[in-house]
Nanobody
Framework: QVQLVESGGGLVQPGGSLTLSCAAE????????MAWYRQAPGKQRELVATINNSGGTDFADSVKGRFTISLDNAAKTGYLQMRSLKPEDTDVYYC??????????????WGQGTQVTVSS
């Protein structure tokens, strides 16, 4: 069974940094693309950043210049590096992976979510 497991959330002061990880567990060939979303209670899920396996990236305007997204297919893991964090970055963060399996299976999977709280 293939799944995405997130880690790295927590409490950080304004101006601080956190790195979120999203690891693919199970038998896969490659993570073709990964995206990070965030969602506050009662609000729609917001796209934060995307990356493909050619290294192309895109970011929401609200995080440009502060967040970096990366993908390490050797480690089967994607990362979201967040710096200069603001209270308005407080949300549950979800990763989404587009993944190929060894027999050309295609998976579109979500991580379980990890809470990021920015507060003094």
């Amino acid at each position: 069974q293939v799944q995405l497991v997130e880690s790295g959330g927590g409490l950080v002061q304004p101006g601080g940094s956190l790195t979120l990880s999203c690891a693919a567990e199970g038998s896969i060939t490659t993570i073709a693309a990964m995206a990070w979303y965030r969602q506050a209670p009662g609000k729609q899920r917001e796209l934060v950043a995307t990356i493909n396996n050619s290294g192309g990236t895109d970011f929401a305007d609200s995080v440009k210049g502060r967040f970096t997204i990366s993908l390490d297919n050797a480690a089967k893991t994607g990362y979201l590096q967040m710096r200069s964090l603001k209270p308005e970055d407080t949300d549950v963060y979800y990763c989404n992976g587009k993944i190929y399996g060894p027999h050309l299976e295609w998976y579109d999977l979500w991580g379980q979510g990890t809470q990021v709280t920015v507060s003094s």
